[in-house]
């Protein structure tokens, strides 16, 4: 490594490639932090081993001011920075994050901000759109085409599929009854202590009945195999969205512990799957594939349909909301910057964001 302007194109790749959570960048952030302001007195910044564990630490206190999350992903995953940004680089980036005063920290922030605000225009694409305007393959273009938040495009496809399906088996009121027959009945009252807690069945009923309802799984790991949703009635819903190919999808399949999976994918990936289901033992766990052509003529049959006026609501509310969720952008954020004084350190003209060139505009 032989100049700042490389240490910056490998801090900008590493900007580039992470998803709207930016934990990485913000690993490196906070490396930069503890450097400059010597709050780690046994960091070396040219010794890898005395910031590799500790700086997962010092960004996830960050992310969970942030975020109110933290990352989950393996080790590995996370140990591959240092390979992005190795410590010759970054060596590099602490000389010129503490000749700037935390300018290169604060170029970082700045970054993650402009994500953040991304997110916030497509959240209010959601709210201010008429039901009848909005179209679903309109949202999934912003991710698709904005390098800024591609990374994240699993998400967004997990938060409109997680709303579809919550609209409708609500609107439905859909319930789901545990029973067990009266000739158990002897069975039952022996276990009645375990049948309460594991069954949730009342001493003296043998039935209850409750509400259906999807549920979000969360963050999934690095590799992307993680079970995405869940269904109190039985369903696995696994959402995937990058291509596909044989091997791939017999992993999925194979780490996910139900008998009853519906994977939902882009269309050109549907005949992968379906070759893998006719194999013997493969297609009695998967119940469904649905396609993405399908997600978007669903959405259209609830905003635009004969049923809009009960489905169009609850939905953009649900799919607005979930955004909201998964990225919270906000006071947080602002009031980091300031508690940081990030806001008051002049900017130099090579670590300038687009934050900064919005405002000299704005001050014009």
């Keep these: 490594m032989s100049s700042i302007q490389e240490a910056k194109d490998q801090l900008n790749d590493v900007i580039k490639k992470s998803r709207v959570d930016m934990y990485k960048p913000i690993q490196i952030a906070e490396v930069l932090r503890y450097s400059r302001l010597n709050i780690d007195k046994a960091l070396q910044i040219t010794e890898l081993a005395t910031y590799k564990n500790k700086s997962c630490k010092w960004r996830d206190e960050v992310t969970k001011v942030l975020l109110g999350k933290s990352c989950t992903s393996s080790a590995n995953y996370q140990h591959d920075l240092w390979n992005a940004v190795p410590p010759e ?82 609107a439905l009121e859909t319930k789901i009854t545990v029973s067990v027959p009266s000739k158990k009945q002897n069975l039952l009252n022996e276990f009645s202590d375990l049948a309460k807690v594991l069954l949730g069945l009342q001493e003296g009923h043998n039935s209850w009945e409750f509400a259906a309802h999807i549920y979000r799984v969360g963050v999934t790991n690095a590799a992307d195999r993680g079970l995405d949703m869940w269904a109190n009635f039985g369903p696995a819903i696994q959402i995937k969205h990058l291509t596909l190919d044989t091997e791939t999808a017999k992993k999925i399949i194979d780490q996910i512990e139900s008998d009853h999976i519906v ?100 001050d014009q």
């Design 89 to 170: 680089s970054l060596k590099l980036l602490d000389t010129e994050n503490k000749r700037t005063n935390g300018g290169v920290e604060r170029y970082i922030y700045l970054k993650f901000s402009e994500k953040q605000k991304t997110i916030a225009s497509i959240i209010a694409y959601i709210e201010s759109t008429e039901s009848k305007k909005f179209e679903l393959s309109e949202l999934l273009q912003f991710f698709k085409l904005n390098p800024g938040i591609k990374r994240s495009i699993d998400k967004a496809y997990e938060i409109v599929t997680y709303s579809l399906f919550e609209t409708i088996i609500v």
């Design 263 to 362: 994977i939902v994918c882009r269309d050109t990936d549907k005949n992968i799957i379906q070759t893998i289901t006719q194999q013997i033992g493969w297609g009695q766990r998967v119940r469904g594939i649905i396609q993405e052509s399908e997600l978007i003529s669903w959405y259209d049959r609830c905003l635009k349909g004969k049923f809009s006026n009960e489905l169009a609501k609850p939905l953009l509310e649900c799919i607005a909301n979930s955004f909201r969720k998964e990225f919270p952008h906000s006071v947080a954020l602002a009031d980091f910057l300031e508690e940081r004084k990030y806001i008051t350190i002049i900017v130099d003209s090579f670590w300038t964001t687009n934050n900064d060139i919005d405002k000299i505009k704005t």
